[in-house]
T-cell receptor
Framework: QQQVKQSPQSLIVQKGGISIINCAYE??????FPWYQQFPGKGPALLIA?????SEKKEGRFTISFNKSAKQFSLHIMDSQPGDSATYFC???????????FGSGTRLQVQP | NAGVTQTPKFQVLKTGQSMTLQCAQD?????MYWYRQDPGMGLRLIYY???????DKGEVPNGYNVSRLNKREFSLRLESAAPSQTSVYFC???????????FGSGTRLTVV
């Protein structure tokens, strides 16, 4: 039972372009929605996060858009750079286990 | 550097062998988690420990056992390894009331 659905599975963007990754959740008890960035051979690292009472959060080139009524949220990477090439995971917190539930991941490749 | 330390980094097991994956954190965090990461499936929770002395099953606990040895250490044991347990295993921790996880760098396990 996948409570957080993420798309696309992979994404290729040209340098300077916008990368967009989408996630949808089912459990309305979730109250915190982080995004993690993972480079090969490394553990995931927190990138940016949002709470459901906010519709948008921006940190540098990274923006989360949140639609509570649709139970969807997305990550936008503006001016994408080759160094952004990594796997990105959305996640949701606040479920029964009080543990993060992760999406399936998106492998982003930014071409020079 | 402070954080979450996992050992070993790589391991090859034969079917039926047993082993213990070690995890230790030095941030005085209360909660610790074990996830497995498989291609296209994101990170799935195996077991977690909300505080010292407690452990609970996650989404995929079958074939695993855990021990919260003390506040710092949380180990994952495979009693009789199976090829289906070939995966990358991540340990994570977070403080009480906090949302962000700190992940270890992972253990890449292959069962042949």
């Amino acid at each position: 039972q996948q409570q957080v659905k993420q798309s696309p599975q992979s994404l290729i963007v040209q340098k300077g372009g916008i990368s967009i990754i989408n996630c949808a959740y089912e459990n309305t008890a979730f109250d915190y929605f982080p995004w993690y960035q993972q480079f090969p051979g490394k553990g995931p690292a927190l990138l940016i996060a949002i709470r459901p009472d906010v519709s948008e959060k921006k940190e540098g080139r990274f923006t989360i858009s949140f639609n509570k009524s649709a139970k969807q949220f997305s990550l936008h990477i503006m001016d994408s750079q080759p160094g952004d090439s990594a796997t990105y995971f959305c996640a949701a917190d606040g479920g029964r286990e009080r543990a993060l539930t992760f999406g399936s991941g998106t492998r982003l490749q930014v071409q020079p | 550097n402070a954080g979450v330390t996992q050992t070993p980094k790589f391991q090859v097991l034969k079917t039926g062998q047993s082993m213990t994956l070690q995890c230790a954190q030095d941030m005085n965090h209360n909660s610790m988690y074990w996830y497995r990461q498989d291609p296209g499936m994101g990170l799935r929770l195996i077991y977690y420990s909300a505080s010292e002395g407690t452990t609970d099953k996650g989404e995929v606990p079958n074939g695993y056992n855990v021990s919260r040895l003390n506040k710092r250490e949380f180990s994952l044991r495979l009693e009789s390894a199976a090829p289906s347990q070939t995966s990358v295993y991540f340990c994570a921790s977070r403080d009480r009331g906090g949302h962000g996880y700190t992940f270890g760098s992972g253990t890449r396990l292959t069962v042949v």
